[in-house]
T-cell receptor
Framework: KQEVTQIPAALSVPEGENLVLNCSFTDSAIYNLQWFRQDPGKGLTSLLL?????REQTSGRLNASLDKSSGRSTLYIAASQPGDSATYLC??????????FGAGTRLTVKP | SQTIHQWPATLVQPVGSPLSLECTVE??????LYWYRQAAGRGLQLLFYSVGIGQISSEVPQNLSASRPQDRQFILSSKKLLLSDSGFYLC?????????????FGPGTRLTVL
């Protein structure tokens, strides 16, 4: 059974700091991993999708890495801004029709 | 482009009352459809998914049910709500195929059972 864990559960940083969010999964036989952003009371928005053949993906100030053998992924946010405040979730495919999500990391970037 | 709608956005219901949440998708055909529940501080829990009209798979036994009367319509229902049904309900869709690459989420419904 695939289990996804995210550490830390919450993180508060001053504006401008670089930060790393962590995601681990128990079954390394995945074909991709995805990072989502969720604003309070809203749905999920996809940020980055890393295929199993890739080691990282970049979008603007975001960089996600994937190490399948160790069952880990990191989301790196450079030069954080107050607008980055949200909950970040990672997810991996499970069976053929489902995804497994972590509980998320709630990020607060203080001005 | 594809869009996904959910309504209502918020709902407050007494214990024992019925429930009906609706989700519709535009701009795509034959999608996989999903209902998730998100409790405070916890991850998303898959409740139901559907690969076609009238085809519903249940992941978690509970007093909720789902129906797919049309290709792009997914409904979550209950005959009698429990306090434990409170939470944030998300509908999602993915491209029908042999595997899920990504899911696209609706704005969610906040349900409070009193």
């Amino acid at each position: 059974k695939q289990e996804v864990t995210q550490i830390p559960a919450a993180l508060s940083v001053p504006e401008g700091e670089n930060l790393v969010l962590n995601c681990s999964f128990t079954d390394s036989a995945i074909y991709n991993l995805q990072w989502f952003r969720q604003d309070p009371g809203k749905g999920l928005t996809s940020l980055l999708l890393i295929q199993s053949s890739q080691r990282e993906q970049t979008s603007g100030r975001l960089n996600a890495s994937l190490d399948k053998s160790s069952g880990r992924s990191t989301l790196y946010i450079a030069a954080s801004q107050p607008g980055d405040s949200a909950t970040y979730l990672c997810a991996v495919p499970y069976n053929n029709n489902d995804m497994r999500f972590g509980a998320g990391t709630r990020l607060t970037v203080k001005p | 482009s594809q869009t996904i709608h959910q309504w209502p956005a918020t709902l407050v219901q007494p214990v024992g009352s019925p429930l009906s949440l609706e989700c519709t998708v535009e701009g795509t055909s034959n999608p996989n459809l999903y209902w998730y529940r998100q409790a405070a501080g916890r991850g998303l829990q898959l409740l139901f998914y559907s690969v076609g009209i009238g085809q519903i798979s249940s992941e978690v036994p509970q007093n909720l049910s789902a129906s797919r009367p049309q290709d792009r319509q997914f409904i979550l229902s209950s005959k009698k709500l429990l306090l434990s049904d409170s939470g944030f309900y998300l509908c999602a869709w993915s491209v029908l195929g042999t595997r899920v690459d990504t899911q696209y989420f609706g704005p969610g419904t906040r349900l409070t059972v009193l």
